[in-house]
């Protein structure tokens, strides 16, 4: 999944966890991310 956040950056990598508050990243190779959704302005499911 690719994650473009409210500031413009984009993060890639799968969705291991949500809820109504935030998700999970993991990512390979990076650290791990948690985000508030308030924070995201759309998320693509790459394939």
Not at 11 to 37: A, C, M, W
């Amino acid at each position: 999944m690719r994650v473009k956040l409210a500031g413009g950056e984009e993060v890639t990598g799968v969705i291991e966890y949500y809820d109504h508050s935030f998700i999970r990243i993991t990512r390979q190779g990076e650290p791990n991310l948690f985000i508030f959704k308030h924070d995201i302005n759309y998320v693509v499911e790459l394939g």
